[in-house]
């Protein structure tokens, strides 16, 4: 897999006879090691151990329902009230971040109205604020840590 833009974490990796699996310690299983996995993975672990993420209060590949449609945001992550805090949506490495990919959180977040927002493909990482009252967001220049977010 390629090298991202955030730091080098251990990953347990099996081979199986459908291909690589990375174990994915938020769902307790393993699963397909797609490039899309491999930044969650990363971005995961990046959000934990750098920025003091509670990993009890985050899921993957977490369901909602947008006008009638299920859909499924990367991963979720919940303020201590059980609140969504933060939706973080990953695009493979080789995949750019365009407008369409904020407009595809920016409608999950309609449903979640969390407060941030964050998209990444393992090379660039984008953040920003939703401020419920105006429907305007900010973007922020790196990511907050978790106690710093629940106070924004």
Known sequence: MVKLNLPEY???????????????????RFVALTPEEWVRQHFVDFLIEEKQYPM???????????NGVKRRCDTLVAATDGTPLAVV????P???ITQATFDQIARYNMVLRAKCLMVSNG????????NGESGT????????????????
């Open 10 to 28: 251990q990953f347990n990796i099996k081979r199986t006879k459908n291909g690589a699996q990375i174990f994915d310690r938020l769902r307790g």
């Open 56 to 66: 009890a209060l985050m899921g993957n590949e977490i369901s909602l329902e947008l």
């Open 89 to 92: 949506e990953y695009k493979a």
């Open 94 to 96: 080789t995949i750019t």
């Open 123 to 130: 090379m660039s990482i984008y953040c920003c604020l939703f």
């Open 137 to 152: 967001y900010s973007f922020l220049r790196e990511i907050p840590p978790y106690p710093i977010l629940l106070t924004l």
